[in-house]
């Protein structure tokens, strides 16, 4: 928070939205206080995301001018929209402690890398919004770290349905069940049934032409 100094813009609505300077005289926080439970040493130092997505709210109602001549080459008339409410968010380094409580919880938890060798731990503060984002602090070094999934925290955990029952087996018969291949000697035994047959077929056929002709 100290390393910041405040200075006020003024934007072209008329709102006022703070912006920063760097605070060449900071001198780092001992990790006490930047771990202190009520937070009030941590601040916001990035524009807030409004519901449009938005760090700068736009007014969607304003049309540019090549919308403008679109409309007149329209012959239907169309009501005019109601005009929408702009959106603001907090101006910045506001305190961290303000933030929204998330399932009774604060919003952030503040720690130590390690408790094993405090005098050389980092100050680091969890997001209880948006699990995996971090913020880690030690002496005039500041980062944000995000290892997650894009969603935020929810008190009922998301439970995935259960997959649809284990289909049963095909029945096992004859007919798909697999044989092994013929053996060469077994292939030529069966070659010399298949034309046995082939020519006692023939022999009966030739027998019924003579006894027809004999008629």
Same mark, same amino acid.
């Given at each position: 928070?100290?390393?910041?100094?405040?200075?006020?813009?003024?934007?072209?609505?008329?709102?006022?939205?703070?912006?920063?300077?760097?605070?060449?005289?900071?001198?780092?926080?001992?990790?006490?206080?930047?771990?202190?439970?009520?937070?009030?040493?941590?601040?916001?130092?990035?524009?807030?995301?409004?519901?449009?997505?938005?760090? @700068?709210?736009?007014?969607?109602? @304003?049309?540019?001018?090549?919308?403008?001549?679109? *409309?007149?080459?329209?012959?239907?008339?169309?009501?005019?929209?109601?005009?929408?409410?702009?959106?603001?968010?907090?101006?910045?380094?506001?305190?961290?402690?303000? *933030?929204?409580?998330?399932?009774?919880?604060?919003?952030?938890?503040?720690?130590?890398?390690?408790?094993?060798?405090?005098?050389?731990?980092?100050?680091?503060?969890?997001?209880?919004?948006?699990?995996?984002?971090?913020?880690?602090?030690?002496? +005039? +070094?500041?980062?944000?770290?995000?290892?997650?999934?894009?969603?935020?925290?929810?008190?009922?955990?998301?439970?995935?349905?259960?997959?649809?029952?284990?289909?049963?087996?095909?029945?096992?018969?004859?007919?798909?069940?697999?044989?092994?291949?013929?053996?060469?000697?077994?292939?030529?035994?069966?070659?010399?049934?298949?034309?046995?047959?082939?020519?006692?077929?023939?022999?009966?056929?030739?027998?019924?032409?003579?006894?027809?002709?004999?008629?």
């Amino acid at each position: 928070k100290q390393w910041y100094q405040r200075r006020v813009a003024i934007t072209a609505g008329g709102e006022g939205r703070d912006s920063f300077v760097e605070n060449v005289e900071f001198e780092p926080l001992r990790n006490q206080e930047l771990i202190d439970p009520s937070l009030s040493n941590w601040v916001h130092h990035v524009q807030h995301v409004l519901p449009q997505g938005r760090c @700068v709210w736009i007014n969607p109602a @304003v049309k540019t001018e090549a919308e403008d001549f679109d *409309d007149e080459e329209e012959e239907e008339e169309r009501e005019e929209p109601d005009e929408p409410v702009p959106e603001h968010g907090p101006p910045l380094l506001n305190p961290i402690s303000e *933030d929204t409580e998330v399932d009774s919880m604060p919003a952030w938890s503040a720690g130590l890398t390690s408790n094993l060798v405090p005098q050389y731990a980092a100050a680091v503060l969890r997001s209880n919004l948006w699990p995996g984002s971090y913020v880690f602090g030690l002496d +005039k +070094k500041f980062e944000n770290l995000y290892i997650g999934y894009g969603h935020k925290y929810t008190a009922e955990n998301y439970s995935p349905p259960a997959p649809p029952a284990t289909q049963e087996e095909y029945p096992s018969g004859a007919e798909v069940t697999e044989v092994p291949d013929p053996t060469v000697d077994e292939e030529r035994a069966l070659q010399a049934v298949q034309q046995e047959q082939l020519d006692r077929e023939a022999e009966e056929a030739e027998m019924e032409e003579d006894d027809e002709d004999d008629d």
